[in-house]
């Protein structure tokens, strides 16, 4: 029975990727470690999943839980992966990324242990790109401009090296804006979506949302679409290659928000506020699957009305508690 | 009276520039930090130092020394600085490089100090270059080969946030390989210089030197060199710019052992031993020091023969013990 470690356990895209494993209907072990309490217990029947709290700053324990559970793939989601968070603490950011990934691999490296360790990355890395630039291959150099991005250029780094010189069996990603049910409203489509639900359930009083700078232009990728990917890559993916994920298309926030919109039927006025847009915010990101399709037949289901609907449902309420 | 902040105090490096310093003629102050005692007290008329136990991946101490020390300049030199090291513990030399210089520059941001910083990088962040690239210059991109080079060009990275984003005073350098009187033998000059002087005095007995890959080409620049630049960057070096030191010479370290024979007039059998070589280890580095030229007037004083007659003498016994 293959053995799955995840961290970053009680995060949102370790709930859709627990779902997805389930869906293979075969029987396979999960041991989730997060920080914090998942807050939910997951009922499967193909899917044995136990979980324990753990820092991944803690090299003992890191090393601990490795020895102990000997995982055959390990999805490495812990992240503090918000890139306005990621601003207002740089250090805690990049500690908080870069820092647990190298425990992590240096702890594997270490244990000698024979795994594979999915480095997960993000299309921040790339960041100011031009539009010719548009979609962007994984060859293009990375210019990191936030603290977020720094720290995952970093751990792509530390990747390279392990996987390159001390023969780890890693297989990067640079995964692009997430979108999907069960995301929390620190991200901006799942913020739109669960305020434009509140003003439509008469929670907000006022008919009025306050957004950012919503001209900038995202490659939006359904979380579903994401962890079958990342099932993909553990089968399929080659050590040491880094693979976008993406949805290949291109739009802008404002874009977004009027769909959102219209789905709900409702018409608020949108405010924009000067404190909510980033320094240095990258106006333009798209991105070309074309590798992860090549190597794995991975392509994305999920066209962008069914995740806006299916994050509508979410935040509307009947299944805002589970994913 | 200007106020100097240095870290990694215990450093060859550090005690060069103290003396270049004390030749300045004016009174400055100076706190050193390390977390080795320097095993020494400098004895000087302009130049006031004391020194302070500390350890950088102490925010609360970092915070507390510059709240309490209130620098103008901070020379930051701590690093583990050895590409060799590296390799033997990767995550150790990644936050002792890396880590130290965010939980610097992060206290910086917090306490909202009015400071130049010089972050102190390396010539290992250009990785494998060609023929054709040589002489590099700053507009290359960084393609880190080794647990060090990733360390120093992660600390780049989070150097130009800090620079641009939060206002910083940082200013950047890639300084290449040093040599000088009072570098440690775990460096490959210092090493030769080591062995050939305690062959020549018949402290080794078989007159025989072991060495690693001898053809790679590197520019050594001389140490005291290297501190009069990092004084002219404090002067007149420009916030988020980064600048090479270097000697702009080549010379592959089989010409510089057989340099120093030539000087002590031994001739040893070499020998080369493959433990000593690393994994992808640069092949060339050859630098440009034109921008540092045009904006600081520095070029390079010493000659590779004074620096090695230097270090000749240094290891020769009669000024072993002080820089």
């Given at each position: ?184 409203d620190?991200?901006v489509i799942s913020s739109f979506a669960k305020k434009l639900v509140d003003i439509k359930q008469g929670i907000l009083p006022e008919n009025e949302i306050t957004v950012g700078?919503i ?38 926030l404002e874009?977004?928000l009027k769909?959102l919109m219209a789905i709900l039927n409702v018409s608020p006025k949108i405010k924009v506020d000067r404190d909510f847009i ?34 509508i449902?979410?935040w509307s309420g ?6």
């Amino acid at each position: 029975m293959k053995k799955y470690l995840i961290t970053g356990y009680s995060g949102f895209v370790s709930g859709h990727f627990l779902h997805a494993l389930e869906s293979l209907g075969k029987p396979v072990e999960v041991l989730g470690i997060d920080i914090a309490d998942p807050g939910i217990n997951y009922i499967f029947i193909h899917v044995k999943a136990t979980f324990q709290k753990l820092n991944l700053l803690d090299k003992e324990a890191v090393s601990r839980v490795l020895a102990e559970f000997a995982p055959d793939y390990i999805l490495h989601l812990a992240s503090y992966s918000s890139v306005a968070y990621s601003w207002k603490s740089p250090a805690e950011a990049f500690v908080n990324n870069t820092n647990i990934f190298l425990n992590l691999a240096d702890q594997i490296r270490i244990l000698n242990m024979q795994c594979r360790l999915l480095s997960v990355g993000s299309s921040e890395e790339y960041g100011n790109i031009t539009e010719a630039d548009v979609p962007v291959t994984e060859d293009l150099f990375t210019k990191p401009r936030s603290p977020y991005a720094v720290a995952r250029v970093s751990q792509e780094m530390l990747s390279e090296i392990y996987a390159k010189n001390y023969g780890i069996d890693i297989v990067l990603t640079r995964s692009f804006n997430h979108i999907g049910p069960g995301q929390r409203d620190i991200f901006v489509i799942s913020s739109f979506a669960k305020k434009l639900v509140d003003i439509k359930q008469g929670i907000l009083p006022e008919n009025e949302i306050t957004v950012g700078n919503i001209s900038l232009i995202r490659d939006f990728v359904d979380v579903r679409d994401v962890v079958r990917a990342y099932l993909l890559l553990f089968e399929k993916g080659k050590t040491g290659e880094i693979y976008n994920i993406c949805s290949g298309m291109g739009h802008s926030l404002e874009a977004i928000l009027k769909k959102l919109m219209a789905i709900l039927n409702v018409s608020p006025k949108i405010k924009v506020d000067r404190d909510f847009i980033r320094p240095d915010d990258n106006k333009i990101m798209i991105g070309s699957y074309k590798k992860i399709r090549e190597q794995t037949g991975w392509s994305p289901d999920y066209s962008l009305n069914q995740s806006l609907e299916d994050i509508i449902s979410y935040w509307s309420g009947q299944s805002r508690s589970v994913i």
